[in-house]
Protein backbone atom coordinates (compact mmCIF):
# COMPACT_ATOMS: atom_id res chain seq x y z
CA UNK A 1 0.00 0.00 0.00
CA UNK A 2 2.38 2.59 0.84
CA UNK A 3 4.23 1.77 -2.49
CA UNK A 4 1.30 3.08 -4.38
CA UNK A 5 0.51 6.26 -1.77
CA UNK A 6 4.79 6.83 -3.07
CA UNK A 7 3.64 6.78 -6.52
CA UNK A 8 0.98 8.97 -6.13
CA UNK A 9 2.40 11.44 -3.89
CA UNK A 10 5.52 11.24 -6.68
CA UNK A 11 2.81 11.94 -9.45
CA UNK A 12 1.11 14.98 -7.50
CA UNK A 13 4.40 16.35 -7.59
CA UNK A 14 4.56 15.91 -3.63
CA UNK A 15 8.40 14.77 -3.61
CA UNK A 16 9.63 14.62 0.05
CA UNK A 17 6.37 12.81 0.48
CA UNK A 18 6.72 9.97 -1.92
CA UNK A 19 10.60 9.20 -0.46
CA UNK A 20 9.32 8.69 3.07
CA UNK A 21 6.77 6.11 1.38
CA UNK A 22 9.47 4.87 -0.73
CA UNK A 23 12.21 4.86 1.91
CA UNK A 24 9.33 2.82 4.09
CA UNK A 25 9.05 -0.22 1.17
CA UNK A 26 12.91 -0.48 0.63
CA UNK A 27 13.48 -0.66 4.70
CA UNK A 28 10.86 -3.37 4.56
CA UNK A 29 10.92 -5.37 1.44
CA UNK A 30 14.91 -5.39 2.98
CA UNK A 31 13.51 -7.29 6.03
CA UNK A 32 11.08 -9.64 4.72
CA UNK A 33 13.51 -10.86 1.77
CA UNK A 34 16.67 -9.40 2.01
CA UNK A 35 19.35 -7.38 0.75
CA UNK A 36 19.88 -8.96 -2.07
CA UNK A 37 16.71 -10.17 -3.41
CA UNK A 38 15.56 -8.49 -6.57
CA UNK A 39 11.90 -7.48 -4.97
CA UNK A 40 14.39 -5.27 -2.61
CA UNK A 41 16.80 -4.30 -5.49
CA UNK A 42 13.57 -3.07 -7.53
CA UNK A 43 12.13 -1.04 -4.64
CA UNK A 44 15.49 1.01 -4.55
CA UNK A 45 14.60 2.45 -8.46
CA UNK A 46 11.79 4.39 -7.08
CA UNK A 47 13.45 5.71 -4.12
CA UNK A 48 16.71 6.38 -5.86
CA UNK A 49 14.25 8.72 -8.52
CA UNK A 50 12.15 10.61 -5.61
CA UNK A 51 15.87 11.52 -4.13
CA UNK A 52 16.71 12.80 -7.61
CA UNK A 53 13.51 14.95 -7.88
CA UNK A 54 14.28 16.06 -4.40
CA UNK A 55 18.09 17.58 -5.11
CA UNK A 56 19.91 14.35 -3.27
CA UNK A 57 22.05 14.03 -6.71
CA UNK A 58 24.65 12.36 -4.46
CA UNK A 59 22.70 9.60 -2.66
CA UNK A 60 20.12 9.13 -5.23
CA UNK A 61 23.49 7.95 -7.82
CA UNK A 62 24.81 5.88 -4.58
CA UNK A 63 21.57 3.87 -4.78
CA UNK A 64 21.61 3.93 -8.54
CA UNK A 65 25.25 2.31 -8.61
CA UNK A 66 24.38 0.28 -6.07
CA UNK A 67 21.21 -1.04 -7.84
CA UNK A 68 23.30 -1.99 -10.92
CA UNK A 69 25.99 -3.56 -9.17
CA UNK A 70 23.65 -5.81 -7.02
CA UNK A 71 21.70 -6.93 -10.68
CA UNK A 72 24.80 -7.72 -12.10
CA UNK A 73 25.54 -10.25 -8.93
CA UNK A 74 22.72 -11.62 -9.50
CA UNK A 75 21.82 -12.08 -13.07
CA UNK A 76 25.30 -11.40 -14.56
CA UNK A 77 26.68 -8.94 -16.89
CA UNK A 78 25.09 -10.43 -20.33
CA UNK A 79 22.08 -10.50 -19.25
CA UNK A 80 19.05 -8.14 -20.65
CA UNK A 81 18.29 -6.31 -17.78
CA UNK A 82 21.26 -5.25 -16.42
CA UNK A 83 22.20 -4.33 -19.92
CA UNK A 84 18.97 -2.15 -19.88
CA UNK A 85 19.70 -1.12 -16.42
CA UNK A 86 23.06 -0.05 -17.32
CA UNK A 87 21.90 2.13 -20.64
CA UNK A 88 19.37 3.94 -18.04
CA UNK A 89 22.26 4.78 -15.80
CA UNK A 90 24.69 6.07 -18.57
CA UNK A 91 22.10 8.17 -19.62
CA UNK A 92 20.83 9.65 -16.73
CA UNK A 93 21.00 13.61 -16.32
Same mark, same amino acid.
Request: glycine residues 8%.
Given at each position: ??????MA???? $?? %?? #? &?????????? +?????? !? @???????????????????? $?? %?? #? &?????????? +?????? !? @????????QT???????
Amino acid at each position: MEQYIGMAMHKL $GR %YK #E &SVEQFRSVFK +KKAQVF !G @DEDVRTIDSVLKLANGLKRI $GE %YQ #E &SMRLYENRLG +KYKALL !G @DNHRDVIMQTWLYCTME
